[in-house]
């Protein structure tokens, strides 16, 4: 592939099998992963999860590197609960895919014109890398961008589906220069629990990855492994869909939850930890 990528990781269960995904299957000439600072408050756990995600890459060989911007402001601006201290109200089991309730959730979580910032900081970075190259040699280095948006169900956000990134295409070619840098959502039509079980066929390392709104502020050091990782609360509506996710994909979740997530998560050295892993560590196969 002679274009790079530039990937938007936000160190979820779905960004970091993006960037796995981009970097190992599409292998560009080069990867540029970005997170963004956005005041949201889980900040330090994307970000552990993004830099240890992109040093295991790294350690594979791959072109790699990540990139960190701050729009702080941005979380000024915003009504959501993900960059307010307030405490996260806790989302019931069976209320996960009710649809109406769903919709009066949406305002929880999402963060004014978020997605479109991202894109634009992504968009300004290629757009920075080829103009440089063009004005000192005449030549191009493009580079697209991706973003790991995904199928949301019950109630999908606006900035969450194929018309928006339509639209950001169209945006693309009528704001930079040359206007040939593509975005692309390759996990648009996809749930999450394929979007799993891909990251898992990719040897995605799901410890470093982290999909808590709360963030408990708790690192405590993994059972399995000589390192310290943040804890999950365990109660919000992304840790649920997050642990019904592997659930449905039957792949091991990995992450520690400070309160049992879901019926069938099992306590394990004072957390909760899912009973797929439980099997393994007793030598059961599923």
Not at 51 to 71: M, P, R
Not at 138 to 145: C, F, L, N, Q
Not at 212 to 240: A, D, F, M, Q
Request: hydrophobic fraction near 40%; charged fraction near 30%.
């Amino acid at each position: 592939m002679d274009r790079g990528a530039i990937v938007l990781t936000s160190g979820g269960a779905d960004s970091i099998p993006l960037l796995y995904y981009v970097t190992k299957v599409m292998k560009p000439k080069h990867t540029i992963a970005i997170h963004v600072d956005y005041g949201q408050r889980m900040v330090d756990m994307e970000r552990f999860g993004v830099e240890k995600s992109v040093e295991h890459l790294l350690k594979l060989g791959y072109s790699l590197e990540l990139k960190t911007f701050d729009i702080r402001w941005l979380g000024k601006l915003s009504t959501s609960k993900l960059v307010k201290e307030e405490p996260i109200p806790e989302t019931p089991i069976d209320k996960l895919n009710n649809k109406d309730e769903a919709k009066d959730r949406i305002l929880w979580w999402w963060d004014v014109v978020r997605n479109l910032q991202l894109i634009t900081i992504a968009l300004a970075v290629a757009e920075s890398i080829d103009l440089n190259k063009y004005i000192t040699s005449k030549g191009r280095e493009i580079y697209d961008v991706y973003i790991g948006i995904r199928r949301e169900t019950p109630a999908p956000m606006k900035d969450n589906t194929p018309e928006f990134i339509e639209e950001m295409n169209r945006v693309s070619a009528i704001a930079t220069h040359f206007g040939d840098y593509k975005i692309y959502a390759p996990f648009i039509n996809l749930d999450k629990h394929a979007i799993i079980r891909l990251g898992d066929l990719l040897g995605v390392k799901w410890i470093y990855t982290f999909s808590c709104y709360t963030n408990v502020h708790e690192w405590v050091k993994h059972p399995l492994y000589e390192e310290e990782i943040l804890l999950h609360c365990g109660y919000c509506s992304n840790c649920r869909r997050r642990a019904l996710a592997f659930k449905e994909a039957e792949v091991m979740d990995e992450s520690l939850y400070q309160k049992r997530v879901l019926p069938n998560y099992a306590l394990f050295d004072n957390y909760f930890i899912d009973e797929l892993l439980l099997k393994k560590l007793k030598g059961y196969r599923f």
